[in-house]
């Protein structure tokens, strides 16, 4: 269960003794043994972010996601009965990859009223079930019907589409999510319907990067060259500090304060912010969303100051909702032991104007920006961490408990799969 209460005393990471207070090792991202491990524990175990329903507007509807940790590209699809499926990408004949344009290694969306394989014309129905092989007469002891698309199962919270390759699982979506992600449900996801999504190719261990997006500590430093003077020397002094922290099994949020938009002082940040009233935190003017009060879990606290709360939802997908109405994603996708593919989506309730529209831009643009200087850092970390050095462990702060907290939940669930009897 979620707590949100600031301690009455001692440290935030003090009151989750779990985690420890001590120097900590990386060597969970930088070894492909624990990838290896990872792949099978978790990103083989748990419920996993590929969409939002809007991607998939009527039946028909469709796109493919290439999940390389997992060992899988699949293709999610709006079926006849109007649900939201998932199926394995590959056809039933001889493994071709189903779905896909000019190149088979990118994902694609559109819409079809059935899937047909390029290699020899096998078609499926939106439902997964086999319709049509190419001289059927053919083949031995053949019956199509037993040889439909491979299913994966597949639920929907709050218009977010998550997938889990474990058939044995017994946890639905809901369940797992937790008090966590059940205290921002009735949030007006569906009306944030203007998006904007970047996509980079990380040299770092997906936990790296997430651990850069889960403390504030170092936003003055890495990033003051994107404050005015004025404001970078007020932050570089007094710091950057999150008002609580929470944790529900492996998943985490954190509410920081401070982020106020319009600023106090406009002479704090740039001139096109002024003039376009956006920048880091989003357009100033929030738009109505049609909302009496937050969801409990948005400022639970109903801080006066809060700006944004920051969701962690394990293993690597995260939900940022800005007091200005509008929502941030992040996905970090593993691909090696030090690679991950970085995802970043911005949601906005669709503009008005161009001003409105320009307003969002910015917004997107210097997160771009802000995103390119942690990969950059990051990629940096990977190199040193991976080095022959004698440093082995690092101290963190009480802001950093996040990272404390991650790291802890991957080692667990490895721990887990090995005793089990997994493979290292």
Known sequence: MAHFEKPAEGSWTEHYPELGTGPVSYDDSITPEFYESEREAIFRKTWLNVGRVEQLPKVGSYFTKEIDAAGASIVVVRSAKDEIRSFYNICRHRG???VWNDYPDREVSGFCRQFTCKYHAWRYALDG??????????????????????????????????VNFDPDTETSLHDYMGSIGKGIEGYP?????????????????????????????????LHGGQYEPEERAKMGDVGYEAIQYAFDGPHASISSWGVIAPPKDPSMVKPIERKLRSGLFGPWDAPDLGMKELPPGVNPTRHRNWGIMSYVFFPNFMILIWKPNW?????????????HVFEGTC??????NARERLAQELAVVSFKEYGLQDGNTLEATQKTLESNTPVK???????????????HHARQYVAHHRAAGGQA
């Open 129 to 162: 079930e086999c319709v049509f092989v190419q001289q059927e007469s053919e083949f031995f002891d053949f019956d199509k019907k037993d040889w439909g698309l491979a299913p994966i199962r597949t639920e929907v919270w709050e218009g977010f589409i998550f």
């Open 393 to 407: 462990t690092f101290p963190l702060n009480d802001q950093e408990v996040v990272l404390r907290h991650l790291h």
């Open 347 to 352: 949601y906005f309730a669709p503009p008005k």
């Open 327 to 339: 929502v941030l994603t992040y996905h970090y996708w593993p691909t090696s032991h030090n690679t």
């Open 96 to 98: 071709n990859k189903l």
């Open 189 to 221: 996801f569906h009306k944030l319907t203007q998006v904007h999504r970047y996509r980079a190719e990380i040299g770092a261990n997906w936990k790296l990067f997430i651990d850069a997006f889960a403390e504030f500590y170092h936003a003055p430093i």
